[in-house]
């Protein structure tokens, strides 16, 4: 078998397993041609390397990335063909810059849904008033919120099924009482207007039409800039909805002395998180959260101080 065989092989069995891997599929498939053209059958570290530093101009993380995606498939190979070698982590140093969110107050979320509403015309506003208001009440991301289709909102049981999440994952996200009440009023507008025979996307546009992130990202500029919420360095984004409803369940659970460890596993699922340690970051996002955690530690181990 071949480096391309074992290729094809490599990629259905991750595929098999719930991964996508459609740029990854394209970066292994360059590599193996790479390596078909200047004749080598088996992989070695140094090969792999210099295949990962051909593109000139970017950074040492997108060295990084290529060499990661190689080293994968070289893992899985080492385990048929003795002679591959599987290159070492840490070649190329890498970083990773998380922009700081910004982090919602109750009464800004207020202040942004009250001018979304007076929007023009009106079926405009009460398609973002609702979005809006969806985004920090769960937490989903705007993808998943502008990809639902109707039938992917259950408003009689008051729960919304994502079936193309981050890395196609799917999920369910109930939703509080008050959500599906907001969210069933939407919808008899939107039935009035545009019947599920023409659209079957949930959030329609004034003209009947899916939603594009431009246009919602747009409209979020104009209403934070009219609240005097957006200027010189604050920039609030439609994703830090996001952020926020994260770090309010977080300090919640601090003010009612509900364990953050026994209950993160929870909240990550909820919010579509691979691992817990996406969601943990959340804990440093916040001075207030950071604080109440100090205090609460300070009330259990100052004495012994």
């Known amino acids: 078998m071949n480096l391309r065989e074992h290729l094809e092989h490599y990629l259905t069995l991750r595929r098999a397993l719930g991964f996508t891997l459609k740029e990854e599929g394209k970066l292994l498939a360059k590599f193996v041609t790479s390596l078909e053209t200047s004749g080598a059958t088996t992989i070695t570290s140094d090969v792999a390397i210099a295949w990962a530093k051909e593109p000139v101009g970017v950074s040492p993380n997108c060295w990084a990335k290529r060499l990661g995606v190689v080293r994968h498939f070289c893992v899985y190979l080492a385990t048929i063909d003795e002679t591959t070698e599987v290159p070492p982590t840490g070649v190329f140093p890498t ?3 998380r922009p700081t969110p910004y982090l919602w107050k109750e009464g800004e979320i207020t202040a942004l849904l009250e001018a979304t509403a007076q929007l023009r015309p009106p079926f405009r506003a009460a398609t973002h008033e609702a979005l809006f208001g969806l985004l920090a009440a769960t937490g989903m991301r705007l993808g998943e919120a502008t ?6 909102v259950d408003l009689a049981a008051g729960v919304i099924t994502i079936r193309h999440a981050k890395f196609d994952r799917e999920r369910l996200v ?7 009440a907001a969210l069933r009023a939407y919808a008899g507008q939107r039935d009035g207007l545009w019947p599920a025979s023409r659209e079957r996307a949930f959030f329609c546009s004034s003209v009947g039409t899916a939603l594009f992130h431009s246009g919602v990202q747009l409209v979020m500029q104009e209403i934070t800039t009219q609240l005097g919420l957006r200027h010189d360095g604050v920039r609030p984004r439609i994703h830090d909805l996001r952020h926020s409803f994260a770090v309010r369940t977080l300090l919640e659970w601090q003010r009612a002395g509900v364990s953050v460890d026994a209950n993160i596993a929870t ?3 909820y919010l579509g998180h691979v691992a817990p340690s996406d969601t943990y970051w959340y804990l440093s996002a916040s001075p207030e959260l950071m604080a109440l955690a100090a205090t609460r530690l300070d009330a259990r181990y100052g004495a012994d101080q």
């Open 95 to 97: 970083s990773r810059h």
């Open 267 to 269: 909240l990550s699922t």
């Open 147 to 152: 990809g639902l289709l109707r039938d992917d």
């Open 174 to 180: 109930p939703l509080h009482q008050s959500t599906t």
